[in-house]
């Protein structure tokens, strides 16, 4: 079955980074387009950036862009998201995504971002 594992958060100050991995069985990795998702509390669940199943093309949220980095290692079935110069806005819990008929999710991982 498809499972999707997101690790990486925690507590960061304001201008800090953090690195997030999804790590995806259960399906052929390699031949699907792959997101990261966040959901701040109260909130409803937002796209943060996508990228291409060979990793060559991406795109980003207008509020993520020139911070954030998406990318992929198809050897490893893993996918990353690099956060740099967080923001206390970014605090919320991060999701992978895959589609393939249905929308499948990891579990998520909390990024709070205080001082």
């Known amino acids: 079955q498809v499972q999707l594992v997101e690790s990486g958060g925690g507590l960061v100050q304001p201008g800090g980074s953090l690195r997030l991995s999804c790590v995806a069985s259960g399906f052929a990795f390699s031949r699907y387009p792959m997101r990261w998702y966040r959901q701040a509390p109260g909130k409803e669940r937002v796209l943060v950036a996508a990228?291409?199943?060979?990793?060559?093309?991406?795109s980003y949220a207008d509020s993520v862009k020139g911070r954030f980095s998406i990318s992929r290692d198809n050897a490893q079935n893993t996918m990353y998201l690099q956060m740099n110069s967080l923001k206390s806005e970014d605090t919320a819990v991060y999701y992978c995504n895959y589609v393939y008929r249905i929308d499948y999710w990891g579990q998520g991982t909390q990024v709070t971002v205080s001082s």
């Open positions: 990228i291409s199943s060979g990793g060559g093309s991406t």
